[in-house]
């Protein structure tokens, strides 16, 4: 079945707002729409899902996408099997996993995506550390900084370095909620990380911004400063898209092009 059969299909069963289904596999694409029906309520809590025959004539594809498609929202904790009823719609509940949806098409808007997603969390962790930190977390957060610069002396990206220093914030910040998001968000933020870097190191001028944007987040959060520290972590954020959006195209055919296109590959997004 061609593509375009199938895109004018989900576009007449998807709701109005779903994500562009243009793009993506084709089970992809059934996925999505589905996902986007159960979420618009078109099919209930406790709900039979059309069986597969029925979805296989609606979305004019094979069993198999239709079958992988199930797969998906039994793994996502939508749907699951009920003797008697075949697949039906789960209860929403705590337990169904958090996904991000990262476009890798567009290279430069998937990284500041993942960097704005940063920006409100980076800025209240910072605040907290400021409140929270103790005395070998502060030295720790120094230690982070230190091992930035060495990296990079050594040649070295420092990507593991600099993420290692937003991780002993959010361990300062003593809300082990914020720690967990960062592990979540570990694989998009090391490769958002990895770009900015790259890009950074063509410019003499930007690395040295980064090492004083830095230098500026653990002073505060060394003064205990909640709001200096709040005010520092948003600048960063804020200088480090601007540095994104600064990168010419010659960067983006770069190996820090390669690592923006890496971003939804990891953990299956791709």
């Known amino acids: 079945m061609k593509n375009t059969q199938l895109s004018k299909t989900v576009s007449r069963t998807a709701p109005s707002g779903a994500p562009d289904s243009a793009k993506g596999t084709l089970a992809d694409r059934v996925t999505g729409a589905l996902v986007e029906q159960i979420r618009q309520g078109d099919f209930a809590p406790g709900a039979r899902m059309p069986s597969e025959n029925e979805l296989t004539e609606r979305f004019q594809v094979s069993r198999t996408v239709i079958r992988e498609a199930i797969s998906r929202l039994k793994s996502e904790g939508l749907v699951g099997s009920r003797r008697g009823s075949g697949t039906v719609v789960l209860e929403p ?3 169904t996993p958090f996904r991000l ?4 098409h567009d290279s430069i808007q998937a990284v500041l995506r993942v960097i704005e997603l940063r920006r409100g969390v980076e800025g209240e962790m910072a605040a907290l550390a400021a409140q929270r930190r103790t005395k070998a977390q502060n030295q720790r957060i120094r230690q982070a900084l230190k091992d930035i610069d060495k990296a990079v002396l050594a040649g070295r990206d420092g990507v593991p370095e600099d993420f290692a220093f937003h991780a002993a914030i959010s361990e300062a910040a ?7 998001l960062l592990q ?4 998009f933020l090391q490769a958002a990380i990895r770009v900015a870097r790259i890009n950074e190191a063509r410019r003499e001028d930007f690395g040295q911004q980064v090492r004083n944007e830095h230098a500026v987040i653990a002073q505060a959060i060394d003064d205990g400063d909640a709001d200096a520290a709040r ?3 948003l600048r960063h954020m804020e200088n480090s898209a601007q540095r994104i959006q600064a990168a010419d195209t010659a960067f983006w055919a770069s190996e820090g092009g390669k690592a923006a ?3 939804a590959e990891a953990k299956g997004l791709e």
């Open 93 to 95: 509940n705590n337990a």
């Open 101 to 104: 949806d990262i476009d890798v």
């Open 174 to 180: 003593h809300n082990p909620l914020y720690t967990s």
């Open 231 to 233: 005010a520092a972590a």
């Open 261 to 263: 296109r890496r971003l």
């Open 184 to 187: 979540f968000l570990s694989q």
